[in-house]
DNA sequence: GCAGGACGCGCAATGTGCTTGCTTTCTTCA
DNA sequence: TGAAGAAAGCAAGCACATTGCGCGTCCTGC
């Protein structure tokens, strides 16, 4: 039982209806886009690449001074463009082995019963992505970290299953990594 | 079709046979595991929560000067345990609205169909994940980013399903980011 | 129990890089 | 075509990261 269904090309015209469009200049979209030119655009190109870039570097790559190409990075985190950066850890080298994604179906959806599960999922630092999602298999799409399958039982049996509303677990197992980056499609984007 | 099913229980023995166990100390896992204290830990748990850390904030976090600080970070960069710095920015800032978690299954399970496919989608920048995963639903696990609906059937149609293999697609949007991060469970991680 | 060695922290100095004020140049609009 | 705004480049000041060195501590071996 879930909110949505989406099989590859069904039901998509509700999913259009509650989007935005960005085709059209309405309101909300122009409050929210902000106006970039190329050099923004090849400086969060840049940034997206490598994060730990310093500002001579970064300025060099998108052929700046080092003056402006500070100021323009000073301007994009003030708007909220950049975010933060993460440090990226090897999970394997820590001892963090498996990587699990993990469907989960709620019984009902009432708003508490969705508030109250994801304020306990955001407490647990397993947690690494928790997304509510259309489709007929799940309401949650989770991926978790944990070191091996005995952590991850426990965690499933102590911690997820526990939560009020919960009531179908699907598990997939990571075995191997192919793509896994932050950075986003700037190619859409334009100035 | 797919390699491994995993229902909640079912088939965990195979996974267990596979991932090596690091409760016991083999070679290999002591190879990978490297020696941390707990100065270590702090170091990572504090840049896993702001990757934007000075290196003098980062030693006042954890109790340090900041010259065996520095020297510990470049020991952790050195060691791998430490991957990289990543930019995070805000998709909805740049116009992308549209987050898609895809499952595909692949119609035939050799290597030359998988390496191509990985091939492939490595090369898309829209593809944020590609994991390859254990369950009866899908063979890959996906994470899209795109503009707006149009975008993605375009991505679809001419990019995903036009691979050799691909099978079977299923589309799950996200509607709701409730955890996204990359910080990984350090409490699992003993000094 | 004592001596030797190794590891790691803290301090100081140096070099590098970041940042801010100012001038110049380019672009755009009237 | 002229004027105004914005953005880039230059220079200086400053803060920060980094490296060498001395000291203390812990562990080890005799």
Redesign the interface.
Known sequence: MCL?S???FGL?SN??AQ?????EKSPM?SA???KLDRTDLRI?QA??G???LSNQQLAEAVGLSPSPCSRRVQKLEA?????????????????????V?IQISMDRHTPERFANF?EK??SF???????????Q??D??LKV?????D?Y?HF?LNQITRIDGVSG?????????????????????EP
């Not at 708007?79 to 990587?99: C, N």
């Open positions: 949505l989406s099989p590859i998509m999913i259009i989007r935005p469009r960005f085709t979209s929210k886009l902000a969060l940034l997206q490598n994060g730990g708007a909220g463009i950049i975010i933060k950066r993460e440090t990226v850890l090897d999970a394997r080298k820590l001892g963090l082995d498996l990587t994604m994801e999922v955001a630092p397993e947690v690494q992505q928790c997304y509510l999602v259309t489709g298999d799940a949650y799409l970290v944990v070191p091996d399958i952590a039982q499933l677990v699907h598990s997939s197992f990571v075995m191997r990594r192919v793509v896994d980056t932050a950075a986003l499609p700037l190619n859409y984007v």
